[in-house]
């Protein structure tokens, strides 16, 4: 933190002062280093669910299986057949 007091030069106008005022820039940081202190204990906390326990049901059918095959001349079988 600088003051300019006066100029060296002797005369009455004031220099022109060019260095940049820090203070709001590094007051917005310290509220968004608070806000981001508080708020990050409440991301942590998990929310512990009941989810209901299911058995899925049985399949009583068996699923048909195809057997499709490819010969050297491109003649195509289905379950053996031509």
Do not use: A, F, R
Request: charged share 15%; hydrophobic share 45%.
């Amino acid at each position: 933190m600088g003051m300019n007091v006066g100029s060296g030069s002797g005369s009455g106008d004031p220099e022109v002062m060019v260095d940049i005022n820090t203070t709001p820039l590094i007051d917005v940081m310290l509220v968004l280093l608070i806000m981001l202190i508080i708020t990050i204990p409440i991301q942590l906390h998990s929310v512990n669910l009941n989810m209901p326990v299911g058995v899925p049901p049985q399949n009583l059918t068996k699923p048909e299986i195809v057997k499709i095959d490819i010969d050297e001349k491109s003649v195509v079988y289905w379950n053996g057949l031509p």
